[in-house]
């Protein structure tokens, strides 16, 4: 079992930055790829950025390339998620995941383990 918390979560204004975190226990974090999902209400969940076991693959989705930034620190069992230049349309729940995979993956259905989600609004 892993267990995934996010925080970070809040409300900001168009333009501003956000910085996510996901704290994970368990079994071996260096084992499992991670992720970061969204899911705004009535839309599917939906692959913001994920990262390889070693952090050296990534993915993006194009709607955040060049704003949102993926990393994580194996030692201390983190990974987070630095989101620049909001937009109202980054609205959503944005879900902590891990794979137990060594590259990274943008589909939901190969990650394993899932935090509770944190909930960012982005304002106009």
């Known amino acids: 079992q892993v267990q995934l918390v996010e925080s970070g979560g809040g409300l900001v204004q168009a333009g501003g930055s956000l910085r996510l975190s996901c704290a994970a226990s368990?079994?071996?974090?260096?084992?499992?790829?991670m992720g970061w999902f969204r899911q705004a209400p009535g839309k599917e969940r939906e692959c913001v950025t994920a990262?390889?076991?070693?952090?050296?693959?990534?993915y993006y989705a194009d709607s955040v390339k060049g704003r949102f930034t993926i990393s994580r620190d194996n030692a201390n069992n983190m990974v987070y998620l630095q989101m620049n230049s909001l937009k109202p349309e980054d609205t959503a729940v944005y879900y902590c995941?891990?794979?137990?995979?060594?590259?990274?993956?943008?589909?939901?259905?190969?990650?394993?383990?899932w935090g509770q989600g944190t909930q960012v609004t982005v304002s106009s």
């Open positions: 995941a891990a794979a137990n995979r060594y590259y990274s993956s943008r589909h939901p259905n190969e990650y394993d383990y």
């Open positions: 368990g079994r071996t974090f260096s084992n499992y790829a």
């Open positions: 990262i390889s076991r070693s952090g050296g693959n990534t």
